[in-house]
């Protein structure tokens, strides 16, 4: 069984291999003409990243996540959000775990920011396992609400805000 991926925090150096994977990923997919690569450099240059991970396997970089500062209030009080988006592995290197390790590394990574809660807009049957609700998302007027956006308070003892707003960083809006 081979070793799980390297995960670190993704490099100004890391840029192109990042683009070719962030491509790769969407290429042929329903999420494709979305430009995600266009938008994780967009959300970089805004300011708006607040972490970014690369896996390495041997040496290559096989997949990235990105999660961006978001503008949420909950219960009429400002809270520090996290979105979720894009994350993207390697077609070749897909199937092998290196997704959920760059998402577990990333909360984590958030937790110890002292964000308060993260959101995701995707696929219903895969973001549970890491703690996303489509429960919680509901209680959040956003554009994107629907079956699937989700949300996770990142502190697992914190109460679930009755209601609220989510929108995420500016380049979301940007996109064509």
Do not use: C
């Not at 962030?22 to 240059?45: N, P, S």
Request: proline share 7%; aromatic share 8%; charged share 20%.
């Amino acid at each position: 069984m081979p070793d799980g991926p390297v995960i670190r925090p993704a490099r100004a150096e890391d840029a192109e291999a990042i683009d070719n994977v962030i491509r790769a990923a969407f290429a042929g997919t329903e999420f494709g003409h979305q430009g995600e690569a266009e938008l994780v450099r967009m959300i970089k240059a805004d300011g708006d990243a607040l972490v970014s991970l690369v896996a390495e396997r041997e040496g290559v970089i096989a997949g990235h996540v990105l999660f961006s500062r978001m503008d949420v209030e909950a219960d009429g009080t400002p809270l520090s959000g996290a979105g979720l988006a894009p994350v993207s592995v390697a077609p070749e290197r897909q199937g092998q775990g290196i997704g959920g390790a760059l998402i577990r590394a990333g909360l984590e990574e958030l937790r110890a920011q002292g964000v308060a809660i993260g959101f995701v807009l995707g696929h219903a049957d895969y973001y549970p396992r890491f703690g996303y609700s489509p429960d919680l998302a509901a209680h959040f007027a956003s554009p994107f609400a629907g079956p699937h956006f989700m949300a996770m308070m990142l502190d697992s003892g914190a109460a679930w805000p009755l209601g609220g707003r989510a929108d995420y960083a500016p380049a979301f809006g940007r996109m064509g």
